[in-house]
DNA sequence: AATCATGTCAACCGCATCGGA
DNA sequence: TTCCGATGCGGTTGACATGAT
């Protein structure tokens, strides 16, 4: 899309109706939108498109605008911080990029987009020898209610779980049996959390956070385990998957979560959430991945 | 130096939503 | 209530950059 004289070629149509120019912006048309937009503030975009003398449609002027001349933005390579804050949010909002922009200022949804797709994902493959979809649910938490006390666990955990239990591990999005249900991401693309926190909208908590007594003992195991790991922290031989459970424990996502999933009572839907509450503490959120 | 593979990112596309007629 | 245009969003594309061979 870097030629677009070679594609839609631009200028006036042969029938004297003026074509809409695509693909890259010239300097020259960054100008006027530039001058058009600090002079007349945002409006309808047609109108700015047609008001400027621009042959583009309104959608790629807001485009443009938005992406690349909007002057508050924040030009250059995400500071480590930032970083860490879309991982975070992420696992929270999953590919919610325009929500995830909102809570960084400077930054448009589609840097965060691109940044998400090559950096962070190709980053998160590379950091284990686990399989590629595994991992890119590596974010993701999956929270059980068990008789009263929540706990949490990585997916990929619960995934090696659900390959002794269930048939069907290939395809989590609902899984049912006679002591549990869950509902999970189907691609493995976006992180538990995420799709509690919005893409089921609708669905009552308790059926996203059930009882999973048959694995009870396996889930005391993955306790001890976290308990163990944490007191072995300085261990340089860890393991990537202690690594893994020993983070869980600093999560306060999951504090927060038990105000909801801790009381049977309550029946709010997912939707209702309070996730500016998730979001309050970002320097808690566990850094399961290692990034070397 | 040439070729190939992979990464980056600007921009497009299609769809969903919203508000006004 | 329906229609339609505007807007916003996320997924995808593909040209260009860069590194590896």
């Avoid at 002794?164 to 999005?173: E, M, R, Y």
């Avoid at 089921?200 to 889930?219: A, H, K, N, W, Y």
């Avoid at 997912?270 to 290692?290: A, T």
């Amino acid at each position: 899309m870097r030629k677009p004289e070679k594609k839609n070629g631009g200028g006036n149509g042969k029938n004297g109706d003026v074509k809409l120019r695509k693909g890259l912006w010239s300097p020259e048309e960054d100008e006027k939108l530039m001058r058009y937009m600090l002079s007349n503030g945002q409006g309808c975009w047609s109108d700015v498109a047609r008001n400027a003398g621009l042959q583009r449609c309104g959608k790629s002027c807001r485009l443009r605008w938005i992406n690349y001349l909007r002057p508050d933005l924040k030009r250059g390579a995400f500071s480590p911080q930032e970083e860490e804050l879309i991982i975070h949010l992420h696992s929270l909002l999953g590919n919610r990029w325009s929500q995830i922009a909102a809570r960084l200022p400077g930054r448009t949804d589609n840097e965060i987009k691109n940044f998400w797709n090559s950096t962070i994902k190709k980053r998160l493959r590379t950091s284990s020898s686990e399989p590629k979809e595994v991992m890119e649910a590596g974010g993701g938490l999956i929270f059980l209610q068990e008789q009263g006390i929540n706990h949490s666990m990585p997916l990929m955990y619960m995934e090696s779980l659900l390959s002794s239990s269930s048939s069907s591990t290939s395809s989590l999005q609902h899984i049912d049996g006679p002591n549990y249900q869950m509902v999970l991401d189907p691609k493995l693309e976006i992180p538990f959390m995420a799709q509690a926190a919005g893409n089921f909208e609708g669905i009552e908590r308790d059926q996203l956070f059930v009882p999973l007594p048959q694995l009870e003992s396996t889930i005391n195991s993955f306790i001890e385990e976290n308990a163990k790991a944490e007191n072995t922290t300085s261990d340089s031989n860890i393991s990537s998957d202690n690594v893994l459970f020993n983070n869980i424990n600093s999560f306060s996502v999951t504090d927060n979560l038990n105000n909801y999933v801790g009381n049977p009572e309550e029946t709010k839907t997912v939707g209702e959430w309070d996730l500016e509450e998730l979001l309050k503490d970002v320097s808690n959120f566990p850094s399961f991945i290692d990034f070397q």
